[in-house]
């Protein structure tokens, strides 16, 4: 279902209009993309409130494209959209208690290999645990690409582990977009260790097949003890489906997201 904007027409600004949605309790202020989004107590429930400024107006646009084309349990949608005068923007969402498994952090990557975080709290997790949340992640991306979608910048920083309740979630798909797409820059948004190597060839073709390689990557590196991919947690059946899902060339791969989740479906029975 599209997601209306609603247009804010006082002259209110950012801040003055954040403050008077309730208390906010967390800023998220370091991202990568120059987004800044705030946790916010409002009267009816906390909210993950995230704001994009004039320049970022492509990923709002595309924020909302995957998410009225898409909905899926493991995916959080927005509830409601906004735009101010300033040209400013606001998507806000139901917010989610637990983990970025890679959260923005001062610390870098090591910020994964913290024991009390969230990261090496998954990684500990049994791996049956592990497998529910890896299912939900390519379930979800079945309907993603059953929806003509191809995941961008996916990467463990849009995986939001709830570890009371044993739930993964998918966040932040503001760089999906409709594919196949014919890539018309050097590369795109992304963390390198989950990127297929179209992704980095101006004039490759971006489709489903690397969702595929995205995916492919998430599984090996998730089912794992440590952060280096030398601590496999899975079976040989498990590690000859990331093989073909992660093959250098697309045509080497699962075909489809489908075919990907089938395959790992029946190596994890
Ligand atoms: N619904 C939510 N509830 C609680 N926290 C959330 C929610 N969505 C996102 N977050 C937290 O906010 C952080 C920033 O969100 P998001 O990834 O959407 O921002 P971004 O600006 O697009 O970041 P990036 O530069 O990594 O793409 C996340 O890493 C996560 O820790
Ligand atoms: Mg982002």
Not at 32 to 61: N, W
Not at 95 to 120: F, I, K, N, Q, S
Request: with cysteine; net charge negative; aromatic share 8%.
């Amino acid at each position: 279902m599209p997601i209306p904007v609603t247009p804010i027409p006082a002259d209110a600004d950012l801040p003055a209009w954040l403050d008077a949605l309730g208390t906010r309790f967390a800023a998220f202020e370091l991202q990568g993309s120059g987004c800044l989004s705030y946790g916010i107590a409002t009267p009816t429930g906390r909210r993950f409130v995230k704001t994009f400024r004039a320049e970022h107006d492509r990923l709002l646009r595309r924020a909302l494209a995957v998410h009225a084309a898409v909905a899926h349990e493991s995916i959080v949608a927005p509830l409601a959209a906004y735009r101010l005068r300033s040209g400013e923007s606001v998507l806000v969402y139901p917010w989610l208690d637990g983990g970025v498994l890679y959260p923005a952090d001062p610390r870098g990557a090591a910020v994964r290999t913290d024991p009390d975080g969230a990261m090496a709290r998954f990684r500990a997790l049994p791996v049956d645990r592990v497998e529910a949340a890896l299912a939900a992640v390519l379930d979800a991306h079945v309907t993603v690409a059953a929806a003509g979608l191809v995941a961008v910048d996916f990467y463990d920083g849009c995986l939001l582990y709830d570890f009371a309740a044993s739930r993964m979630h998918v966040v932040d798909m503001d760089e999906y977009r409709p594919g196949p797409f014919t890539l018309e820059a050097d590369r795109l948004p992304g963390s390198t260790r989950f990127m297929a190597p179209e992704e980095f060839r101006r004039g490759a073709v971006i489709d489903e097949r690397t969702t595929v390689f995205n995916l492919g990557r998430m599984l090996r590196l998730l089912l794992d003890a440590g952060d280096v991919e030398a601590a496999w947690r899975g079976t040989d059946r498990q590690s000859a489906v990331i093989t073909r899902a992660t093959a250098p060339r697309p045509e080497h791969r699962h075909a489809t997201v489908a075919e990907l989740a089938g395959a790992w479906r029946a190596a994890t029975a």
